[in-house]
């Protein structure tokens, strides 16, 4: 079992109200190894409710969360559907896994507003 590492990622939108990064604050590298366990995601007071946020991951590439038209902050704990050995993704009630990331993560807003921060923070089971 591996240990539980946060990423935080800030993010302010330029005046069209859009904003990407890959590159968390204050870390020596931008990869996650290891599972994803929860995102938490805070509005500064007056990203509108146009505001779109999508996680993706590189390696594989996925998308871990998607929130369309929120500004509502809060914490989310993402999953992905189980597959079958044959690689058949299976219904939500045969079960969920965490989403494996072996690489950085690319976080993208848009309708943001202009000039309008927001951090993502990214708790994940590092694996060695």
Known sequence: MG???VK???LTTDASGNASTSTPDQSRT???NGFIETVEVVYEDGVPSTCNLV???NTPSDTILSLTENNTSGV???RDLVHTNDGVQQV???GLERFAVAGPLTITVSGGGDTKMIKVRVIYQRRF
Do not use: C
Request: no cysteine.
């Open 3 to 5: 240990l539980l590492e």
């Open 92 to 94: 939500a009630s045969v």
């Open 8 to 10: 935080t990622y800030t």
């Open 30 to 32: 931008a990869h996650i």
């Open 55 to 57: 996680i993706t991951s």
């Open 76 to 78: 989310w704990r993402p």
